[in-house]
């Protein structure tokens, strides 16, 4: 069940997203489209909106469900350099950001005689710098950050597929007000962060339908190899999306760029 503040949180940013899309679509009918903002502002108003909404949530909300799991996790990798939870709890580490009690999330213990956590290590290590840094808030950003990237490539597909700069805000306002991206934009969960890499992917397969002879440096095909490669780290159910998303890429890529790009988008996730 989603806190009533968070909905209501939710529904204020859904609001204000609608209203900047409104605006950007009645431009789009009155101005030539190569002159209104694109990519860049879609990621802008996104991060903004959300940091709104996560500002409200932080201090009126906090953690809820498995949020603090995670974070006990970037502790135990900030703190003890691994991810054995059991001491972060016995010491109560998470009282920095979780008022209650929080017994550690685990299943059996592992054959080391140790407790894992049952959540994925992804989105812990993710926000480890910034919860360094800046604690609960640091991490809130990295997501917020994370999330307006996976937005903006959003409009960038929307744009290329289509060479409407309406449809592209229409689709980035259609994404932007759904869930889970407006209940989950700015907590810590593994859903929203994972976007950004599944619409790497779909830009990157976008591209090649539009402009399939078009040369592209070998750092694009590791990054993007790199990005669906940590897709299970975030959620093992993330698994089933990385590899179907990763034999689409690496077929399209074969027939437009060649077997050596095809290396560099599978070198990360093989090793």
Known sequence: MVPLEIQHNARLAAGALVAVAARAVNGAFTFNASHLPGRKTACAVAFAVYLVAGYRSIHHVGLGGDEPHYLVLTQSVLLDHDLKIENNHERADYRQYFGGALRPDYLTRGVDGEIYSIHAPGVSVLVAPAFAVAGYPGAVVTVLAAVALALALLWRSAWRLTGSASAAWFAWAG???????????????????????????????VELERDPSHPRPRWQWVTLGAALAGLPWLHTRFVIVAAVLGVILAARTWRAAGPRAVAALLAVPLV
């Open 175 to 205: 994404v932007m007000a759904a869930a889970p991206l407006v209940l989950h934009g700015f907590t810590i969960y593994p859903d929203t962060v994972g976007t950004a890499a599944v619409m790497a992917g779909v830009l990157m397969l």
